[in-house]
C-alpha cells in the first residue's frame, strides 16, 4: 500500500506541474464540482471557480521545481500529498518558494481527483 502510495503521489506531482507550467487550462480535468483551492488565503470551490483563478494568474509561463514530496494514504483510499519547492517566473531573477498540499481522492473511474488544494508562497 505505501509503495502504491509513493507512486501514485509522484506521477500525480509529475502531471500536475507539467500541466500547469505548459498547458494550465488542462488542469480542469483534475478536479470536481466539489474541489477546494485555498490559494493564499483565498478559498475557491469548484472546477470552473478554480480553472479561473489558476488561468487568471498575473504571469503566462512558469516553471516549477520541485525539491520535495512526502505522501500520506488518507481515509477512503485517498492520498495526502505535500509538495515543496521554487518557481521561476519569466523575465524575474529570483525563484519564488512554495507549498503545496493536495488531497487526492479516488474517482468511480478508478483513477483519482484533487479534492483539496492548499498553495502558499513562502516569504522570507
Do not use: W
Not at 18 to 40: A, K, V
Not at 78 to 99: A, N
Amino acid at each position: 500500500m505505501e509503495e502504491q502510495v509513493e507512486v501514485v503521489s509522484k506521477a500525480f506531482v509529475e502531471h500536475y506541474y507539467s500541466l500547469f507550467d505548459n498547458d494550465r487550462s488542462s488542469l480542469s480535468s483534475l478536479y470536481h464540482p466539489t474541489s477546494m483551492l485555498t490559494f493564499e488565503g483565498q478559498k475557491i470551490v469548484g472546477v470552473d471557480e478554480i480553472s479561473a483563478k489558476l488561468r487568471d494568474l498575473p504571469f503566462d509561463k512558469c516553471q516549477h521545481h520541485i525539491s520535495t514530496v512526502d505522501s500520506q494514504p488518507s481515509s477512503s483510499a485517498g492520498i495526502v500529498v505535500f509538495v515543496s519547492g521554487s518557481l521561476q517566473l519569466p523575465e524575474e531573477e529570483h525563484h519564488l518558494r512554495f507549498s503545496q498540499m493536495f488531497h487526492l481522492v479516488p474517482s468511480p473511474a478508478g483513477s483519482f481527483f484533487v479534492q483539496n488544494d492548499i498553495f502558499r508562497l513562502n516569504y522570507g
